[in-house]
């Protein structure tokens, strides 16, 4: 409903949305940019709270390690938004990747906060799914196949042909305001031609 | 109606609205037959241009028929007239409209307080493309209202299909503007970068202005086919450096002239770490353009050249060559077409056969159909080049 609130910067005659239609964002559009989000959800919690993660991981002394993946996560989300969505899909599955691994390092059995370790990489698992989907299918929905070229060849735009089209303008004259420096010979030139009238021309 | 709206970055929707009114006595009322999707969308659809409001309605290539006039446009218009729409709203008394600079017309933009904030002067208003320029709704819709109507418009005649003529409202002549700023000698290279709609419509512009050679630079095959048939030489980017097949194909001296058919959103590619810099400073909001091309020009173009950018760019540049632009005593032109300028010559052009506009129209499709079509369009999918909506 967007759309109502930004009426105020239209006038009178102008057209206002009744009802909206299919969109030119696609189902694995709309899940990049959910994904994002999250993206830069994380980042921003692993930013600000990195203390309470890592107790609640038992991992206390890793605050900053769990900062830097949150300048990372924020990094993710910045690319999942953009029209590049597909590199930030992938990035994520690999910063998923990371995440796992980091976490396996504190599945110890001398770890107190072990459970939380376990649902944490269950969570992260899922997500990992997600992003795969995620990931995927906004590579196939904006992939661009080379093999379904179509050939332009016959496309000249001159009913003429080409070679009748060349110089086929050169009638037209370029405006004052838009001509460019005459060439140093043509400049050359006329002023030879200004002296040779001088001369001749009796005192 | 039914319209493309914008809603946000890359959702862009089919909706249904209320029609448009005629507001002011110049006003009229358009049913649109046929409109386009540019380039230049594809910077709103990705929201590099942040002055968009969900709810705003698409495009800026338009035509149709009058179907309702304004008392004060009613001398110039009548209903039944088949016109197509420039993408610039004009005034047509003003100073800048009086010397041919239709696209700063100085009484167009009705939001002149947000472009006096970001440009230090206000620019034309335009159909489709922000609030920056008047926040006017777009014309990939099935009625549009044209402001100033009774100059903002290209009278064409019966008998010639939309096709033909769709494009007099913006590539055509911003393509043919980039060619005719460039001021081509018969001894001039011309070289394009991008052959996108505007670019293939540059590349033919100056084989008709009469360029000793056109060089057109991409890396899509299909479009440089196109280019090939257009009359271009052709360099693929990902196959070999630009920069050095421009100086074999210039006997070593560079490009006379230089055109700019990209804009803000150059390729990005590892093979060219400018770009992938430029990428990663957009994306955290520290630069607003990635200026790979104009880069590229300023360094390969020969001295005492002119460099035309009809390419959109919104906002700051990084790593601007300035002393190679300096020393080399480059002449730069821009600015969005002063369309109206060039419609009456072109439309005869097209009349009497010298060009047929209409080559570069790869799909044809209903407004529904639009949304998905501007994906498709986005990622070069299917060989996409320009696709026409018919609402
Ligand atoms: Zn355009
Ligand atoms: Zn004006």
Excluded at chain 1, 13 to 35: I, N, Q
Excluded at chain 1, 150 to 159: A, E, H, I, Q, W
Aim: charged fraction near 25%.
């Amino acid at each position: 409903m967007t759309y109502s609130i930004s009426n105020i910067a239209r006038s009178k005659g102008d057209p206002k949305v009744l009802h909206s239609g299919p969109s030119s964002l696609g189902a694995a559009d709309r899940m990049a940019r959910a994904l994002g989000w999250f993206s830069i959800g994380l980042g921003l919690a692993e930013l600000i709270a990195a203390e309470r993660i890592t107790r609640a991981l038992g991992m206390e002394g890793k605050e900053t390690l769990v900062r830097a993946y949150g300048v990372r996560e924020l990094g993710h989300g910045i690319v999942s938004l953009s029209p590049d969505k597909h590199l930030g899909l992938w990035s994520r599955v690999a910063g998923d990747g990371l995440d796992i691994a980091t976490l396996m390092t504190a599945m110890r059995h001398d770890n107190p906060k072990r459970d939380n370790v376990g649902i944490a990489l269950a969570a992260v698992l899922g997500v990992t799914l997600l992003d795969i989907i995620g990931a995927q299918g906004v590579t196939a929905r904006h992939r661009r196949p080379s093999s379904q070229l179509r050939s332009y060849r016959d496309r000249t735009g001159f009913p003429r042909g080409v070679q009748a089209a060349r110089g086929a303008a050169r009638d037209f004259k370029v405006p004052p305001d838009m001509r460019a420096a005459p060439a140093l010979a043509a400049v050359s030139d006329r002023a030879t031609q200004e002296k040779a009238q001088e001369k001749a021309r009796p005192h | 109606m039914r319209a493309l709206v914008w809603h946000g970055k890359e959702d862009i929707r089919c909706d249904t609205l209320t029609d448009p009114e005629i507001e002011q006595p110049r006003d009229a009322i358009v049913k649109v037959t046929s409109c386009a999707i540019c380039g230049s969308d594809l910077h709103l659809f990705h929201n590099f241009i942040p002055a968009m409001l969900p709810g705003d309605i698409m495009g800026h290539e338009m035509m149709g028929e009058v179907v309702e006039v304004g008392p004060e446009a009613k001398h110039k218009l009548k209903v039944g007239d088949r016109v197509v729409v420039p993408f610039t709203i004009i005034c047509g008394e003003c100073d800048q409209c009086k010397r041919g600079n239709f696209s700063v017309c100085e009484a167009t933009n009705r939001k002149k307080y947000l472009a006096d904030k970001v440009f230090g002067h206000p620019t034309a208003g335009l159909f489709g493309y922000t609030h920056l320029t008047g926040g006017y709704p777009g014309g990939q819709a099935e009625y549009l209202r044209v402001p100033f109507a009774d100059a903002t418009h290209i009278k064409v005649p019966d008998g010639i299909p939309d096709e033909k003529v769709l494009f007099l409202g913006d590539i055509f002549p911003t393509g043919w503007q980039a060619a005719v700023q460039c001021d081509i000698q018969p001894t001039d290279t011309v070289a394009i970068w991008g052959c996108g709609p505007v670019g293939q419509m540059a590349i033919r512009s100056a084989v008709l202005l009469g360029a000793k050679q056109v060089i057109a630079i991409d890396h899509l095959p299909d479009r440089l086919e196109m280019a090939e048939a257009g009359g271009a030489v052709t360099i693929n980017f990902d196959e070999e450096s630009v920069v050095e097949r421009l100086n074999e194909l210039t006997g070593g001296l560079g490009p006379e002239k230089c055109i700019d058919a990209i804009g803000m959103e150059a390729h990005v590619s590892p093979s060219m770490p400018d770009t992938v810099y430029d990428r990663a400073k957009q994306m955290l909001g520290a630069e607003s353009d990635r200026p790979h091309v104009l880069r590229e020009m300023i360094y390969v173009c020969r001295p005492a050249g002119v460099i035309s950018i009809p390419g959109v760019y919104g906002g700051l540049v990084d790593k601007f060559p300035m002393g190679q632009l300096m020393n080399k005593g480059l002449t730069i032109r821009t600015g969005q077409t002063h369309v109206n300028r060039w419609t009456d010559d072109l439309l005869r052009r097209i009349e009497e056969g010298q060009i047929d506009p209409s080559f570069v129209i790869t799909h044809t499709v209903s407004l529904e159909e639009g949304p998905e079509m501007y994906k498709v369009f986005r990622d070069k999918q299917d060989s996409c080049i320009k696709v026409v909506l018919k609402p």
